[in-house]
């Protein structure tokens, strides 16, 4: 990571912080230029909806409602986290991401609530996305990032469902380390990251099917069901544990 985030990275607070040490501190190495793997099947997407209790150290800091649809001809993932960190400020946080049927992202639309209110619109076409950022108290800001595929990962500040998400893109029948270019909105940040199938996983006292996220400074294990539904998101480096209630 290099010292302009590390900086950002040290200015946020703790609520900030919590999602920084899975996404952007883990880095999505911008020097990562590996072309991404490109789902060539159709993504079958399964409606789904719940609630996610997010834990720092072993204590709740915060929950998560998330519900995934068909929308259209494609497909709506919506969630809202509300973060309650042990020290400083509380914060809100709401995206929506509208998705093709094969899983690329066609818009994504992104609020934050802590001591501003901040937003952003992000529309993807041929690999690139243009987004308008609105910061409260500033003028609208627009920038346009470049990747090498129309199938990008969205994994945004404090809304862990969107890992339900990357689980769906990944060709299971494919297998193996695939690579996808992501982007983590609020950060306006690109990069790449590796996923691969562990196989059995377990996790107090249940077994899951595992899929582990790599990115530069660190690994995500995500564990699933049967059917691929996001049950736990474990970060042991950071000491961070998502658990479906």
Known sequence: MDAGVRSTVKSRTVSFALT?????????????????????????FSQDKGKLTIKLGGQTVGHEEFEIAPSGGGWLAKGTAEIKPLEGASSKVSGSLTLQANGA???????AQAEKTNGAHV????????????????????????????????LDNNLYHQYAILARIYDWSKGGVQTFPVIIPQELTP????VQSTGSASSDGKTYEGLKVTTSDLEILLLLDANHRLMRLEVPDAKVSVIRD
């Open 191 to 194: 990069g790449s990251i590796t």
């Open 123 to 154: 529309l993807f076409a041929n690999g690139v996305a243009s987004i308008t950022l609105e910061m409260q108290g500033a003028r609208p800001f627009q920038q346009d990032l470049s990747f090498g595929s129309p199938m990008i990962a969205v």
């Open 105 to 111: 992202p066609i818009s994504y639309d992104w609020s």
């Open 20 to 44: 920084l040490g899975i996404v952007a501190c883990a880095a999505l190495s911008l020097a990562a230029q590996k072309k991404p793997a490109v789902a060539s099947r159709p993504v079958v």
